[in-house]
């Protein structure tokens, strides 16, 4: 019997953040939590499928909003399962300083555009300097840190200087991703890229990672959920972009 390896928890939907794009509406429709014990039983669950080999990535919302957090991180860690976790670093430093003392495998934030446009995806002023902040404190205490980039019509014209920014901070994993327009982000279709931006963007990120060499690993993904970009990418053919392969 195959072994099931990786685990995707959405663990709260509860968020100290109104970001435009989110998915799932964080921190403005509430989602009915899984309890302790709930979530007790599914790592144990989990842990045996796995073979104690497997991978748990927690999300939300905001993770570290559960005041349970680091019992259900020490619970995983028990078990010995590898962890990750995406927060999106606003929070105390306390918070901060006690996630470094955890034994996290990756930790994931997320950086959308320099100061102007990453501030202004996730409606928070001063968010893109917070974010550099937690990123440089995590690097610092020896962790694994990866980032999510969503790629949209305000941010495509700086994909080299982030990623120029990323190869500097020293994180070790860039994934792309093509705004979606779900959650708070559904009424935002003219944001989305169109195919022929997606395919030359991709191109131009091509050829900085030939040109530079950075020792992040690279992930391209599409979306949440296709047929939003579908329906999103026909839009943008319908104002007059030609069409060409995604």
Excluded at 37 to 46: A, S
Excluded at 80 to 106: E, Q, S
Excluded at 202 to 217: C, E, G, L, M
Excluded at 231 to 243: T, V
Aim: hydrophobic share 35%; charged share 30%.
């Amino acid at each position: 019997m195959n072994r099931i390896k990786t685990l995707n928890l959405h663990l709260t939907n509860r968020c100290n953040m109104l970001c435009r794009h989110c998915l799932y509406s964080a921190g403005e429709k509430n989602i009915k939590e899984m309890t302790y014990e709930e979530i007790e039983g599914l790592i144990n669950e989990f842990a045996d499928l796995s073979k104690e080999e497997g991978t748990l990535n927690l999300f939300g919302g905001e993770v570290f909003l559960r005041k349970d957090i680091f019992d259900i991180i020490d619970l995983v860690l028990s078990r010995n399962l590898k962890i990750g976790i995406t927060t999106n670093a606003n929070l105390p430093l306390k918070i901060i300083k006690k996630i470094c003392t955890k034994d996290i495998n990756r930790l994931t934030v997320d950086i959308d555009g320099l100061k102007i446009n990453h501030d202004w995806l996730r409606n928070k002023k001063g968010h893109f300097q917070q974010s550099l902040r937690v990123i440089k404190y995590f690097i610092k205490n020896n962790k694994f840190v990866s980032s999510n980039i969503i790629l949209y019509k305000n941010n495509i014209d700086e994909v080299e200087k982030i990623l120029k920014l990323c190869s500097r901070l020293k994180i070790k994993s860039v994934s792309f991703y093509m705004f979606t327009p779900l959650g708070r982000g559904k009424n935002m279709m003219d944001l989305v890229i169109g195919p022929v931006e997606w395919k030359r963007t991709r191109i131009r990120i091509k050829s900085w990672i030939k040109k530079n060499k950075p020792k992040f690993s690279l992930i391209w993904e599409r979306s949440y959920e296709y047929k939003n970009i579908l329906s999103a990418l026909r839009y943008s053919l319908c104002k007059g972009e030609p069409n060409d392969a995604i």
